[in-house]
């Protein structure tokens, strides 16, 4: 599979899935005016690899900002992650946010919550 | 199997049962264990919605509060922490259109430093701003709650009092004028005095706004003319 690289706009975050490292970084704020049409080439990007590759993943995700659509997409994003961590696959989330920012944790714990897979919460300032 | 269990079990149930349903309607029999499996997958879908609103609605609070915080940003001269221009002209239509109402006039104060430059010059310009701060504050603390004063320019200053004649207008610009005149700043050892001009005018029935401001810069004019600290009313020779 080749990379998926997607340029960041001011209302759509930068994503990158580098199929070799298999990291997957989603950066910035996320409120496209169509979020399912935004993320469907992601959301079926990931299933392909997912059922052509078995390495360890890890997600890479600091959004300062999601919309309700982006949020249910997110959501289902880590979805198709979960369903490959309960069949035996190594997944970590590395959720970038604010720590200082009680809403922002908040809403990190919420995603936290939804999964069984490794999902640690770190500080912004340590984002790369 | 709950759903942390199994992630896409709700959608694939979906998708089965959405199939069923529009090939047969809703006439055909569910078994007991396939009820019990849709209301599993009805449990997580509604637990699912719950946790997208909270975040959205944290997210949106988020930004009602940054919100509130431009609005008052775009209303506020970063130094002083007065209202700036913007704000300070809202506010005139505003009372503006109520003069047109109920017939009451306002009156405007335009203050200005004497030999600011000096200050700045002698001293530095952190001096000249810590005197614009300790001005804007004495002037805040000795006005009405209803008056508005803005910082206009550099180190002039506009006072708008609502319902407000002429003589008291007057006699608030000199109260002002005392105050700071009798003040003085202590920066690098040494007590640094400043005193203000102060014009005012008062606002007639269908006026322009603008015209008014004018009126009260003329008399402002006039104030630096005779000799400076003091306060000349519009249209009043002495």
Known sequence: MEILHIEGTRSTPEIHFDPVDRVLRIAGESYPENSFAFYQPLQAWIAEFLSENSGAVVLNIGLSYLNTGSTKCLLDILDLFEEAFVTGRDITVDWHCDRDNDRAVEAAEEFAEEVTMPFNIIPINEFP | ?238
């Open chain 2, 1 to 238: 199997m709950t759903h942390l269990e199994d992630p896409g079990r709700g959608k694939s149930l979906i998708e089965k049962y959405r199939n069923r349903f529009e090939e047969s309607g809703p006439q055909e029999p569910v078994s007991h264990d396939e009820a019990a499996e849709i209301f599993s997958a009805y449990l997580k879908l509604e637990r699912r919605l719950a946790r997208i609103a909270r975040i959205s609605d944290a997210f949106q609070s988020e930004l009602q509060e940054l919100k509130g915080d431009l609005e008052h940003l775009s209303r506020t001269d970063p130094l002083t922490g007065l209202a700036n221009r913007r704000d300070i002209r809202e506010r005139l239509e505003a009372e503006q259109s109520r003069c047109h109402r109920n017939g009451k006039v306002f009156s405007l104060i335009m203050a200005d430093f004497d030999y600011f430059k000096r200050i700045n010059d002698k001293y530095g310009h952190a001096a000249g701003d810590n005197f614009l701060v300790a001005v804007a504050q004495t002037f805040q603390a000795n006005l009405r709650k209803e008056d508005c004063c803005a910082r206009w320019g550099g180190e002039e200053f506009l006072i708008l009092l609502p319902e407000t004649e002429p003589e008291n207008a007057v006699k608030t610009a000199e109260k002002l004028r005392k105050i700071i005149a009798g003040y003085a700043l202590e920066l690098q050892g040494n007590a640094i005095g400043a005193t203000l001009s102060f014009g005012i005018s008062t606002y007639r029935e269908n006026e322009d706004i603008d015209a008014c401001i004018a009126k009260a810069d003329e008399a402002l004019y006039q104030a630096k003319n005779r000799g400076r600290n003091q306060s000349v009313l519009y249209g009043v020779s002495v």
